[in-house]
């Protein structure tokens, strides 16, 4: 379904931009929230005056964002529960990061703005980028440790030193782990399908001595 967006969504489309869309998206979300009419030829004769604001809301945005910049220099950090060789035992993920980057900029800060390639599960220093703006993007260091660990502001500082030196080797810490982890999942993935195969070939034997009972 092609639709007008009379607001900007974050990672979907701007305000005034008219955009193809799944029939469920446009149905389920965007015009029952009023984010977007149907592009009909009268509801398009609004769309110089939608982009003409969308200019202005970007430009005080774009300020903003320039003004909070610096406010972003330090590193953000979450102290996790964290189990074996580093793995936490949950996550941390972009509304997680958007909290915390909210409380910074005093200003609440969409998760989708945050540009996570995939959710960390792993303690260490992770760059993420952070879209404060259409125009601008911050890069931000996202430092996790394990709770329970002790000094953690002298360890946090040692972190971001080694990452500093290094940050392709540091990012690459995790990697046995990960391996380990993988092969931990094979090794399920094998198991089960052992106990599927124990199982038919039970259920087969049933069925065979059913059959000379009868």
């Known amino acids: 379904m092609k639709v007008l967006f009379l607001e900007t969504i974050e990672g979907s489309a701007s305000m005034g931009e008219v955009k193809d869309v799944t029939n469920g998206y446009a149905r389920n979300y965007l ?11 009268n509801n398009l004769k609004d769309v110089e005056v939608l982009q003409a604001k969308e200019l202005v ?14 406010k972003l220099e330090d590193a953000v950090i979450f102290e996790v529960p964290v189990g074996q060789q580093g793995k936490l035992y949950g996550s941390v993920n972009q509304a997680d990061i958007a909290s915390k980057i909210s409380v910074i900029v005093g200003k609440d800060v969409d998760r989708r703005s945050i540009l996570l390639p995939e959710i960390i599960r792993q303690v260490g220093v992770h760059e993420v980028s952070i879209r404060l703006s259409k125009n601008i ?4 260091k996202v430092v996790v440790v394990d709770q329970e660990s002790e000094q953690i502001e002298d360890l946090v500082k040692s972190m971001l030193a080694d990452f500093d030196k290094d ?6 810490n995790d990697t046995d782990a990960i391996l380990n982890d993988d092969v931990l999942v094979n090794d399920e993935l094998i198991q089960n399908n052992e106990l599927i195969q124990n199982e038919n070939v039970s ?5 065979e001595l059913e059959s000379i009972d009868s």
């Open 137 to 140: 993007t911050a890069l931000v």
């Open 203 to 207: 259920v087969k034997n049933n069925e």
């Open 31 to 41: 015009l029952p929230k009023g984010y977007a009419v149907p592009a009909t030829v």
């Open 167 to 172: 940050p392709v080797v540091n990012s690459m």
């Open 57 to 70: 809301m970007q430009k005080d945005k774009d300020e903003w964002a320039n003004a909070i910049f610096d």
